[in-house]
């Protein structure tokens, strides 16, 4: 039976027959009992100098910048580092669908097409920021002091993640064990998960990278007869950071500075940066409840999608008057001659 186990594992994708319960079948979220917790950042590091502009032959009316509380002389960079942050995140309840193939008598279980997606018109906000760290310095013409030493944020703009998405790669099985409660199966699945989000911000549109995520699932398979779902739960979390080995220049950028002490005048600079490293962090917190995707089968009175003999005893035990009865498919209050035809009609099903 092991050995069995294990070669139908590797073929599971392929279930077909040979079972009463095996197949693939779709599986619909339930969506008022779902929900995803996602988060995406981004970080981008760079480090580079600042230095007045000024030039004794082009500019010798320009700024001129000098390290510490009391400057010094000349005119002198100052060491700093500005990294770009974009952060989205929140919570919102999935929509979407999966293939479902089970064999509850080798105790084996595949998952096929997974995809949780954000509905239409939902949305999570997405923010861009920068953060400034620098050394205290003064500045010549216009005399000012800039108090650093620490982290200074400055928002760029906030915007909206209007789609969010995980989606898996392939197939993913495998294997059924029995909770102890009858008609209940536990399950973990390792599989990959392709997540992308989309949105914009300050009106512009911005699409995040796809990126893949390995994940674990854990579910529950539940089929009593009466009832049939599957609760499925990951939390994921997926980091890393690329250090550029040689940094990437980027071009000078001059800037208008305005002051700190005193306030009210700007100070001509230019800003010399290279990027030292780039990151992003993807973090994912889902509990999905799905069940069967079950289509209305002419002659189905059980409900199960299939028309054979069950739904046959099923006529013959409502028989006689019989008001709004599954098995009253003329709807006129009796289970007679009429529904028994109607079973055999679209018998196999």
Request: aromatic share 8%.
């Amino acid at each position: 039976m092991q050995f069995q186990r294990f070669i139908m594992l590797m073929l599971i994708s392929g279930l077909a027959g040979g079972s009463a319960n095996a197949g693939s079948q779709a599986w619909i979220i339930d969506e008022g009992s779902s929900t995803v917790t996602a988060q995406y950042e981004t970080t981008i590091e760079t480090s580079g100098t600042l230095i007045g502009d000024w030039d004794p032959d082009a500019n010798p009316e320009g700024t001129q910048t000098r390290p510490g509380l009391w400057g010094g002389s000349g005119n002198n960079p100052i060491g700093l580092s500005v990294d770009q942050l974009s952060t989205g995140g929140g919570t919102f309840q999935p929509v979407g669908a999966f293939g479902l193939s089970i064999d509850t008598d080798l105790e084996l279980i595949a998952i096929d097409g997974l995809a949780l997606e954000m509905a239409e018109g939902v949305s999570i906000p997405f923010d861009n920021s920068i953060i400034m760290l620098y050394e205290t310095f003064r500045s010549i013409g216009p005399d000012s002091l800039f108090i650093g030493g620490f982290e200074v944020p400055v928002p760029l703009g906030s915007g909206e993640l209007t789609s969010w998405s995980f989606t898996m790669e392939g197939v993913s099985s495998g294997l059924l064990v029995e909770s102890g409660e009858p008609g209940t199966w536990i399950f973990a699945i390792p599989t990959m998960l392709v997540v992308t989000a989309g949105g914009s911000v300050l009106g512009v549109p911005v699409e995040l990278p796809p990126t893949t995520l390995p994940a674990l699932i854990s579910g529950t398979y539940v089929d009593t007869g009466d009832e049939h779902l599957v609760l499925l739960d990951f939390n994921e979390q997926l980091g890393d950071t690329q250090v550029l080995d040689p940094p990437l220049e980027l071009p000078d950028v001059p800037l208008e500075l305005p002051t700190i002490i005193p306030p009210g005048s700007t100070a001509g600079v230019i800003l010399s940066m290279v990027t030292d490293s780039a990151g992003f962090l993807i973090g994912v917190d889902a509990q999905v409840t799905a069940r069967p995707d079950v289509q209305v089968v002419p002659g189905d009175v059980t409900g199960d999608g299939h028309v054979n003999v069950d739904d046959l005893l099923a006529v013959i035990s409502s028989w006689g008057y019989c008001p709004e009865c599954p098995a009253d498919f003329d709807g006129d209050g009796f289970v007679g001659v009429n529904e028994l035809l109607f079973v055999l009609q679209y018998w196999g099903n």
